[in-house]
């Protein structure tokens, strides 16, 4: 059974800066693709940043391109969304979503989530 637990998420001001995290178990974290999607409310889940195993691959929404940065620590199976310069269009639930693949470039989800955590950005 894979379990995905975030955190780190909270209430900022614009212009501040948060670090996510997401912790992966029951899996081999190291050979995961991982992804972190976001959901405002009244809007579909979307794709924020996702990483290849080896953290090689990355890809970006472009609306958070040059301010946020997703990483991992194989050792600690741990993936980290930095998230600089935070606006209030970034308010949502950030989740984590782990076991994804890379297909041209591209990040496609599988069924593994975390609960989410809140990001509130306020102006």
């Known amino acids: 059974q894979v379990q995905l637990v975030e955190s780190g998420g909270g209430l900022v001001q614009a212009g501040g800066s948060l670090r996510l995290s997401c912790v992966v178990s029951g899996s081999t974290f190291n050979i995961n693709a991982i992804g972190w999607y976001r959901q405002a409310p009244g809007k579909r889940r979307e794709l924020v940043a996702a990483?290849?195993?080896?953290?090689?691959?990355?890809n970006y929404a472009d609306s958070v391109r040059g301010r946020f940065t997703i990483s991992r620590d194989n050792a600690k199976n741990t993936v980290y969304l930095q998230m600089n310069r935070l606006k209030p269009e970034d308010t949502a639930v950030y989740y984590c979503?782990?076991?994804?693949?890379?297909?041209?470039?591209?990040?496609?989800?599988?069924?593994?989530w975390g609960q989410g955590t809140q990001v509130t950005v306020s102006s």
């Open positions: 979503n782990a076991n994804g693949r890379f297909a041209g470039g591209t990040y496609f989800s599988s069924n593994y």
């Open positions: 990483i290849s195993p080896n953290g090689g691959i990355t």
